[in-house]
């Protein structure tokens, strides 16, 4: 089967690093793609927009598979897209339709659909650009830290903590009024503000049967000890150490059913990854968020931990039999540490040249913003996050470990990267020990 990946991270180096060891594999493609997956098959270049340059492609190529990295082709329809032309419906897209990536997609559409399915998660209300007042008035009946978030897709910038009333009213104004984040923000969710620790859950599902597979942690502060502003991510590790038997067992009944069973009654399918944004609120999961894919840098940590054919269980997703398998998990940990470039999130150089990746021998190393540059023969720099380094342990720490040797090991101009990854997780370690 010839097969295409949508996207240009770490997420998708490591899906193509993965669809590349299956046996069912003929060619593999990837658009835009990054250097690391130029390795793995063939960098084709279109945007992950252009989903009539895509289906050309896609019958041209005899593509059987196309699996949807990002948030942004799914909410903007890709799948659908595929589905209503005639000769691209018999592709099988690995990412939900525009309907069910609305739990990405809005917030409003989330937080409402969580409520009608009795799923834990922080109460709210929402409020459109006309009912600034009546957001203002929530406000107060709140306490502080104010939570407030643009309901559209604002690139992970969309959700604001203010610490005090005059700040969060400003943002509300800020967002309703003057659009700061768009479209975005036409419409807001102001919800109760929940104090835990976050872990991210993943299930693959074919819209019927669904497959648990490894949680992970990631680590979105740009700071040591969580501080800065929001990253895409700076790090991730699974399994995570504070999520023993019962509370995965208490996020199965009381989140993962209960969406899955509330998109099957309410004739939503939904084939692809469900992400569960969840914190743990005194031994209790909630839902912070749903996304509709992988979460990266987590798919970096999660996905080397799967011991299936991932293009199998793909296949299966696509004929609706994943209850047929099983998934099996490395019992290891791994560990993953994001190099960035020195400014990221903020504004940072590009176009570094990037040495070092042969002498890492301990660690599977990821490219996430990274293109080979034609005229220098060289790996250059091309984002804020560079590259992703996992490395497997028998304990957290060793894999940890593995991954900072490997990132010394790597140069570039500006390097940087979080070197406390894992430290907030050493208590349960010891507890659970
Ligand atoms: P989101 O984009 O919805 O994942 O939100 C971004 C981050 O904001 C989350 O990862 C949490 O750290 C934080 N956050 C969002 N909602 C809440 C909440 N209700 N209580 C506490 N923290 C939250
Ligand atoms: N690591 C968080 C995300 O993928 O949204």
């Keep these: 089967m010839n097969v295409l990946i949508i996207g240009s991270g770490g997420r998708e180096h490591v899906m193509a690093w993965k669809i590349s060891q299956s046996s069912l594999l003929s060619r593999l493609f990837i658009a835009p793609g990054n250097a690391g997956t130029a390795s793995l098959g063939q960098n084709i270049s279109i945007s992950v927009s252009d989903f009539e340059k895509i289906g050309r492609f896609c019958l041209e190529k005899q593509i059987g598979m196309v699996v949807v990295g990002p948030e942004a082709p799914l909410v903007d329809g890709i799948h659908d897209f595929f589905l209503a ?19 990405e997609g809005s917030k ?26 009546d957001a203002l008035h929530f406000l107060k009946s709140m306490t502080a ?22 700040e ?46 490894p949680s992970a942690k990631d680590y979105k502060r740009i700071g040591e000890g969580d501080t800065g502003p929001n990253t895409g991510g700076m790090g991730s590790v699974s399994p995570v150490p ?9 996020i199965e009944e009381k989140i993962i059913t209960p969406t899955i069973r509330g998109l099957i009654s309410e004739g ?12 743990n609120v005194n031994g209790e999961p909630f839902v912070i968020e749903y996304n509709a894919r992988m979460g990266d840098p987590e798919a970096e940590s999660v996905i080397p931990r799967i011991k299936n054919d991932l293009l199998e269980m793909f296949v299966a997703v696509g ?101 406390d990854l894992g430290r907030d997780l050493m208590k349960y370690v010891f507890l659970n020990a």
């Design 85 to 103: 032309h005639p000769d691209l419906k018999k592709i099988s897209v690995i990412g939900p339709q525009r309907n069910a990536a609305m739990l």
């Design 108 to 133: 409003d559409f989330a937080k409402a659909f969580l409520t009608r399915h009795h799923i834990p998660t922080a109460r709210y209300r929402s409020f459109s650009k006309d009912e600034v007042n």
């Design 145 to 166: 830290p104010y939570v407030i978030k643009a309901d559209g897709l604002a690139a992970g910038k969309g959700v604001l903590i203010c610490n005090d009333l005059p």
């Design 168 to 213: 969060a009213e400003h943002e509300v104004k800020a967002m309703l009024i003057d659009t700061k984040f768009g479209e975005a923000s036409r419409k807001i969710v102001i919800e109760e503000f929940l104090q835990g620790i976050e872990i991210s859950a993943f299930v693959l599902t074919d819209g019927i049967h669904y497959q648990i597979l």
């Design 242 to 250: 504070f999520a023993d038997e019962i509370f995965n067992k208490k």
């Design 268 to 279: 939503i399918e939904y084939k692809g990854f469900i992400f569960f944004g969840l914190i």
């Design 319 to 419: 004929n609706q039999t994943l209850d047929r398998l099983t998934v099996e998990t490395d019992p290891r940990y791994a560990a993953t540490v994001m190099l960035v470039s020195e400014g990221y999130p903020g504004s940072y150089e590009k176009n570094k040249p990037v040495a070092g990746l042969d002498e890492v021998k301990d660690s599977i190393v990821f490219h996430a913003g990274t293109i080979f540059d034609q005229e220098k023969q060289q790996v250059i720099t091309q984002g804020g996050r560079v590259l992703a380094l996992t490395s497997f342990g028998s304990t957290m720490q060793e894999a940890f470990d593995r991954s900072y040797e490997s990132a010394y090991l790597i140069r570039f101009e500006n390097k940087a990267f979080r070197k």
